[in-house]
């Protein structure tokens, strides 16, 4: 069994790869923090609405209104991976809007985010090879 085919996986797998082009881009304006007119970047927060959707297929789109009394909900219409410019805390005379801590912030953040991913997904793999018989 492909354990990468599997949905739940698939949607870690992204989460990991989404994470890790933001530590790039994170890291490239902590680089350029002295560069005159250099405009900080960042990701657009994935959605994870759309990321079950688009990994469900048609067939299995999200939840169904089974009945009349089902709250119908709202569907978010933001885009994966697509670079945004961040809040502007403070520009530099020069042009340059890198701020050093708030960029170590969200790296921080970033990085919880991503130990948090890679544990479920070794948590995954374990119920996986328990369901086989294989143990721990």
Not at 30 to 50: I, Q, S
Not at 52 to 72: F, I, K, S
Not at 110 to 115: A, E, N, W
Request: aromatic share 6%; charged share 25%; hydrophobic share 35%.
């Amino acid at each position: 069994m492909d354990f990468n085919n599997v949905p739940i996986m698939q949607m870690m797998t992204k989460r990991m790869s989404w994470l890790s082009r933001r530590t790039e881009i994170i890291a490239q304006n902590v680089a350029n923090a002295d560069t005159p007119g250099f405009k900080a970047r960042d990701l657009k927060p994935m959605n994870f609405r759309e990321l079950v959707d688009r990994e469900a297929g048609p067939r299995n789109a999200g939840p169904r209104l089974t009945n009349a009394r089902h709250l119908t909900g709202t569907r978010a219409t933001q885009s994966f991976d697509t670079e945004r410019a961040p809040d502007r805390f403070e520009t530099s005379i020069n042009g340059n809007d890198v701020s050093l801590e708030q960029q170590l912030t969200r790296l921080g953040q970033t990085q919880l985010s991503y130990q948090a991913t890679t544990n479920l997904y070794r948590k995954h793999l374990d119920m996986f090879r328990i369901a086989l018989g294989r143990g721990r």
